[in-house]
């Protein structure tokens, strides 16, 4: 039985596809299930940093097209997840260079031995956009509260809607205060803008920034607020029903003060 | 305490509100001039029912999209040449469509239309309004469900075109024939 | 419509220097190119400078958005480049500035749609009429960057301070003409992680680009809220960020500036109070 393909994509840069990737894969992985990465982002490729495996790359994606080397040696294992494993980008090629048809090949061919391959796709909606999503069955739009951002998103939407791959949508970097204070659009707006069913809510957590610097998932340390969402987010995706974190669930703070009130 | 300062402090409108009201009217449009040719299927339906009811100058009605304060509102200006007594039980088929349909931009500005039958008693130009979404979030779902109808439909609508398109052609080469 | 093209018309002046025209790019999308070319934009044109800002992300346009301006677009560059509307009545004004105008990005049509030697034939065009042309280059290194760079002579390329940007800033400065010397600005600063080593500082990011640094700005949550009401931060007076845009302006126009300040706000009441009092811009 071949696995899930998984596209993850946004329109928009910058609001997490990458980081997103890199976690629910390795949240998938640390569940046992046998997950690979594909970076999709000919020419600009993360994934390899943000996964911390940037210097073990011997052959990429377009090698493997090309036929200079073997998919299994271009894929690479992470260390600290078994059953993860990461296949590169080519970071001095154009997109041009992997038509949709050679992208679905690869796609289909990974999923005979994986039970999950998530796509990381450019931003964008060129071409790097439409290899990416043409070997996927499913998708995950990851987006921010922020009205450019959901724009973009909105588009993608329409694009997947068009070739009828079903989405679900993670909301990233949720910063609850400012919701809470009516200076950002809540999950709830967001879902309802785009029409969409909701996969995740990510809080804006300035510790992605760090482990980003260093090259580990931040599903690595268990005790990290994140680890637990992204945990969330690969169970929601196995189809198991969770319950979504109340971000506005009163902190230390929050709860003495509300001692202090009741007393 | 703190919510009393706030209430001073902050604008009236949460930037958040803002926000969402902005991005519903810019999506609105987006998902409008998504489709140049759904908008082209829906003017020649909306001419089509018009039609049924009074007699139209097709060659010059327009069928555009405006933002508003606060709204988007279609715009549709029809030359109405005259009254039919009995409704038409179905539209006469659309003309050929016009040279360069562009339907998203606005009109240019054009002189007021140039037939109106005597039997209209109505001395102001001859222009039907219906606003869009009077009711914000009904109107982005309902754009959203609509969506996904409209590609469906955009296929079929596009095939029906052609066939109409071919009979235009077939009626002409009938009448070259007689 | 009228007005806007009798608005624009006035903007025009027969003879004078053509105007530079400065792409802002980043490779990476999602770090600020957007909002930078928004508030720089808007900071030039409140020193007087006749100022037109191109949104060259077609398909996937914000800078109306980031202007506020969205609901006024009626045209957009390819309408032009494909002579459906002429240049007139295309510009948008903007709301706040007599000087800065809006060419909009087409929403529903492909980057591949872009012939570049129209758009370099139209950046010629605006720098004749325009004191700065700011071009915001879509995201990535496809056809949409080579079509935003084509008419520029200069570019300010927009990183943050995350391994992942200043790897595609890299890439994407290698990319541009070799005799082409990019300014740098530097977004989304954190001065508190970096002092905790959690964030790479202003340092360690030119360490590895190497390019004239043109400015720095924080991270603020007020960004955000600037682009949910779609009025940019460069107007707001009491902003520490408009004022890193004010300079950002200034420098661009000639002015002779000291390097940026980046060292981490000092924290505790004092410390704010006199940064918020302090001369920034």
Sequence with gaps: MSGRRI?????KGGVGKTTTTVNVGAALAKRGKRVVLVDADIGLRNLDLVLGVEKRIVFDIVEVIEGRCQLRQALIRDKRFESLHMLPAAQTREKESISEEQMKAVIVELAESADFVLIDCPAGIEHGFRSAVAGATEAIVVTTPEVSAIRDADRVVGKLNAERIPLRVIVNRVRPEMVKSGEMMSVEDVCEILSAELLGIVPDDEEVIDTTNRGEPI?????KRLATIYDKIARRLGGDVVAFTNLEAPGLIGRLKTLWKAG | MLDFFNKFLRPAQPSGATAKERLRLVLLSDHLSLAPDVVE?????????ISRYVEIDRAHADVTF????????????VPITGVRRVPYEAAPPPPPAP???DPVRPPAPRAPAAVVSERVPASEPQALELPMASEPTAAVKASNAARRRRRRRKANAAAKRNAQQQGAVQQMNTTAQA | MMEAFEEASQASVPVRPLGRAIVVTSGKGGVGKTTTTANVGTALA?????VVLVDADVGLRNLDIVLGLESRVKFHLLDVLEEKATLDEALVRDKRSETLFLLAAAQTREKEDVDTAAMVALVETLRARFDYVLIDCPAGIEMGFKNAVAGAQHA???CTPEVSSVRDADRVVGLLPTDWRPELIVNRLRPQLVKKGKMLSVDDVNAILRLPLLGVIADEPNVIVATNRGEPLALDATSVTGAAYRTIAAKIAGEKLPAPDVRPPSTGIIGKLGSLFGKRG
Excluded: F, H, N, W
Excluded at chain 1, 7 to 11: D, E, F
Excluded at chain 2, 66 to 77: D, F, K, P, V, W
């Design chain 1, 7 to 11: 596209v993850i994509t946004s329109g």
């Design chain 1, 219 to 223: 599903v690595l340390d268990e005790s």
């Design chain 2, 41 to 49: 299927a829906l003017k020649a339906d909306l001419l089509g029912v």
């Design chain 2, 66 to 77: 405006e933002q508003r304060a606060g709204e988007l509102a279609m715009l549709a200006s």
């Design chain 2, 99 to 101: 040279a360069s349909p």
């Design chain 3, 46 to 50: 409140a020193r007087g400078a006749r």
């Design chain 3, 156 to 158: 300010i390329v927009v």
